[in-house]
């Protein structure tokens, strides 16, 4: 009977035991099936979080490039309708210097219009028909910064005129880099590039004490406009002007000095006379004048006559400057030449006759 007791005492402790085993198992078994689950849970998330972060992602690119297009947007509207040139400071000049980068040109933001502001300006003057070419910005060239930069026009920055500094040409002298601006400096230190020729010449409508069509005629076309101005307002004074000579290129500012020296010497020929490259009849923006008071020549005794006295007066009106006065011949390198103009702009004009400067003057002063 013990013995029959004690087997199944046995046989109950062995299925309690093979039940505990399968209890364990079915519990392994949950228990992988949940870290299953969380594993395809994660899997299941990951792609759903990649998509958000790219999405997030893609909306802050949209994001940016939407605030950079407002941006520009507004730097288009809120430029200014005041002319603006070298020289100049401010916000207007720092508006319009981020216009200019925005359309490709490679500049800096100064807040001041230097010379490569100037040299961007000009090469959009140069791309676009409408314009003058002057190196400053006006309400003209703010137009066709509008139609640029909403499509209707193409530029390519820089491919009119390239930047870089100005070259020695000697030890005294430097060749420029832009000689399309009015402001040019051109002197005995600054020369024109030797085959610098404008392209934008024509004849002023205006009285010249001779009939033969000659290139000394020519002006560029910024200036030429000014100078029909002009002699019409001193008609209607009664004065009676007469534009002797305009444009002269550089081979014949080289012969012109060459038979200069030959008759009066190096020394005394520069003081009245430019080697070639340094004249700026070959700017195209200098006229001389003259009347009927001296026989239609060029002396200083015409700054003595009705007509002399009225363009010292009322020059800088039309945007030009007598640009070799009287006491400063130091300054020049010249002797005095009542009858030579040049075009430099209104504002320019306005400071230089007002102020009794020369133009090497006032660019020191503007460029300091």
Known sequence: MKKYTILIGLGIMSLLI???C??????NENNNNNNNDDDQDQVVSDPINNEDNESDTNSEEENTEQEDKDENDNSITLLSEIELQKGDEGEAVRTLQQVLIDLG???EITDRF??????AI???QLQSEELLVTGIYDIETLEVLKLVDSGEIEIKPGSAIGFEENQSLDEETVVINNPYEVLALVNKNHALPSDYIPDDL???DVRFPFIEDLPKKQMRKVAAEALESMFLAADEDGIALFAQSGYRSYKTQKNLFANYVSVHGEAQANTFSARPGESEH????TMDVTSDSVNYTLVTDFGDTAEGLWLEENAADYGFIIRYPEGKEEITQYQYEPWHIRYVGNKAAATIMDNNLTLEEYLDMIMK
């Open 105 to 107: 040109y490679p500049l």
């Open 114 to 119: 230097d010379v490569q502001t100037v040299w």
């Open 22 to 27: 399968t209890d364990s198992s079915t519990v």
């Open 18 to 20: 093979i039940a505990g």
């Open 202 to 204: 024509v004849v002023p």
């Open 282 to 285: 070959q700017t195209g923006l």
């Open 122 to 124: 000009t090469d959009l």
